[in-house]
């Protein structure tokens, strides 16, 4: 089968074409299944949004207009469909596509509506089925993609129930999966997102949009120079023993401690009149405030891994592209719990794109193939554990 699949919950215009075979099927027990990827476009709008260090929803619905229709010329060309002409209808070549898939939750409604609204038109230019999928989702099953295009799953249910984490710009969630389609939300943010958090606190040292690969990078010259730092910051809800979290303390924890030491914003990175101490601090900074992050998220889904007996521990969103995370979760699941397998997604995977909408779609069509969905609609809070 094969399934083109579109993604526009935030500000990431995605679209990619996927071959996906199964016998047996994952809905059936997972016997075997293979997966392909004839082409995964991702066209970020960062140098858009980095101007106002964050995602103008009204702005990156513009965007996903304009970039939509290139996007999908790209993703057929590289997937080797060939070239049509503008009205979509009549194609040189005919690609054989089996089914449309699109994002219609959760994200940014008004960037929701233009992936859905390109969906239906192509889907009735083509006469094809289209399925809606949950991003939350998506990023789960993310981990079930290799950049080699390959991959061969055979009986998904040995990694039953998982304790999922998604971590993102506008997320962050413990989800237990007892199956596909399975989910309970066991906990999550109270107020900021760790990827929002990522983004403030990169905002406050003046270091750009989007802030979590600025600050993975400023972290990393301080462990270079290992440089002790000073620097304490909280680690917000670690104790309590429920699986929420709140991130909007440790940012404005970030701003009073920055706003106390006699960096000023001029001498900040931000001005470019950078000076030995300032970069040093803002590296230390940087990797307190990462490390604070890591060790909550680590705490709490350590902790879920253990009280529900997961077989396994699945990360997912564009936080787990952080490469001290995922050593960090990878060392001490090792060391704590042995025998439970561990997964985060390739990194170009744990960010946002169409792949990972694609393999959900398939999911969901199998267990019901027949379902069809006339109405789709943008849902801007669509949970997991709801449909
Ligand atoms: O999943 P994603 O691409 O989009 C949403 O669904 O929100 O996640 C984007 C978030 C941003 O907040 C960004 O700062 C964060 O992921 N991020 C990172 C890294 N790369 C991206 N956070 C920490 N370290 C990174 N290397
Ligand atoms: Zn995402």
Not at 74 to 90: H, P, T, V, Y
Not at 99 to 105: F, R
Not at 233 to 260: C, E, H, I
Not at 342 to 365: C, H, I, Q, R, W
Request: with cysteine.
């Amino acid at each position: 089968m094969i399934i083109l699949a579109i993604e526009t919950s935030c500000d990431d215009t995605a679209i990619a074409i996927l071959e996906i075979s199964a016998q047996g099927g994952p809905a059936s027990g997972g016997k075997n299944w293979k997966l392909e990827i004839l082409s995964n476009i991702v066209s970020s709008q960062v140098k858009l949004h980095a101007k106002y260090g964050g995602v103008f929803p009204s702005l990156a619905k513009r965007e996903h207009q304009k970039n939509l229709p290139i996007v999908f010329k790209r993703a057929l060309k590289e997937a080797g469909f060939g070239i049509f002409n503008d009205q979509f209808s009549i194609f040189k070549k005919k690609p054989k596509i089996d089914l449309i898939a699109v994002t219609n939750g959760p994200g940014l409604e008004p960037c929701l509506w233009t992936g859905i609204n390109f969906a239906k038109d192509l889907a009735k230019k083509m006469n094809l089925p289209i399925v809606p999928t949950n991003h939350i989702e998506a990023h789960i099953l993310a981990n079930f993609i290799r950049s080699n295009y390959k991959l061969q799953i055979t009986n998904y249910k040995n990694l039953l129930p998982a304790v999922c984490l998604v971590v993102s710009g506008g997320h962050t969630q413990l989800i237990l999966a007892k199956g596909l389609g399975k989910y309970q939300i066991l906990g999550e943010t109270r107020d900021d997102a760790a990827g929002e958090c990522f983004d403030k606190v990169a905002r406050i040292l003046g270091l750009g949009y989007p802030g979590g690969p600025a600050i993975a990078a400023a972290a990393a010259k301080l462990q270079i120079t290992n440089h002790k730092s000073q620097i304490k910051l909280p680690r917000p809800m670690m104790a309590q023993k429920n699986y929420d979290f709140s991130f909007s303390g440790l940012k404005t924890a970030v701003l009073y401690k920055y706003q106390k030491s006699n960096i000023s914003a001029q001498g900040g990175p931000a001005s470019g009149g950078k000076t030995q101490k300032s970069k040093e601090y803002i590296n230390a900074m940087c990797a307190e405030v990462q490390q604070a992050i890591i060790d909550v998220l680590l705490k709490k889904a350590l902790k879920a891994a253990k009280d529900f007996k997961a077989k396994s521990v699945i990360l997912g969103g564009g936080v787990t592209a952080n490469e001290e995370l995922r050593k960090q979760f990878k060392e001490k699941i090792e060391k704590e719990l042995p025998n439970v397998k561990f997964f985060v997604p390739e990194t170009k995977f744990s960010t946002d794109n169409a792949a990972m909408v694609g393999l959900a779609a398939y999911f969901n069509y199998l267990k019901n193939p027949k379902k069809k969905y006339p109405d789709i609609e943008a849902k801007a809070n669509l949970r997991i554990d709801k449909s």
